[in-house]
């Protein structure tokens, strides 16, 4: 028989293997440390955009991250996988519920493996990383530039990734799983450009 790849190394390289062995070991407990990785990545990423630490201290914005981080993991996940199966459906894809959520899970790995990044960030720029003003990295454009371009090699991959992930359980093509994700991505800026403006019509 052959053996089972290491999820987390193998996911990098040959991703369809992966998630379908992934799929048939049906539960894995690792898969709920990915889910949690990603979800702590893009609270932290949101916070530092947002320039959280700027109205209140940084322990607190720091604090109140990583909560948010730890719950957010999930509803990011049901929230990716639904409108995945959705979409992959609509480009006659024949994933199940639970294996599309499996592969949106697995998936993520290079996307939560950008924690790195902000560790890396916390350690340097301190307060800083969760501010709207980081000087430390105007003073070297270097460091910056390398932040800058892995933090994109990685999001780029994790698209890659992804598509290849969804193509394996829906049984199509990765240019189809490609088609899955952007439509899936389009769809979620539309629900959220069509609350905003539900909103600003509702307040205003």
Known sequence: MKPVQNPWLSIWRHPRETIRERVEEKNNPWMHVVIVLFGLVLTFENA???GMADKGSFTNAL???VIIGLISGYIYWYLF???FHWTSR???GRAVWEEMRTAVAWASIPYASKLILVLIQLAVLGEEYLSRTQATL????LFALFLGLTDLALSAWYIYVLSNGIAEVSNFSAWRGLGSVLLGGLLLVLTVVILALLMVAFLG
């Open 138 to 141: 105007e003073q070297y454009p």
């Open 48 to 50: 530092s955009n947002q």
């Open 90 to 92: 609509w480009l006659g």
């Open 63 to 65: 604090i109140i991250s």
């Open 81 to 83: 996988s639904g409108v």
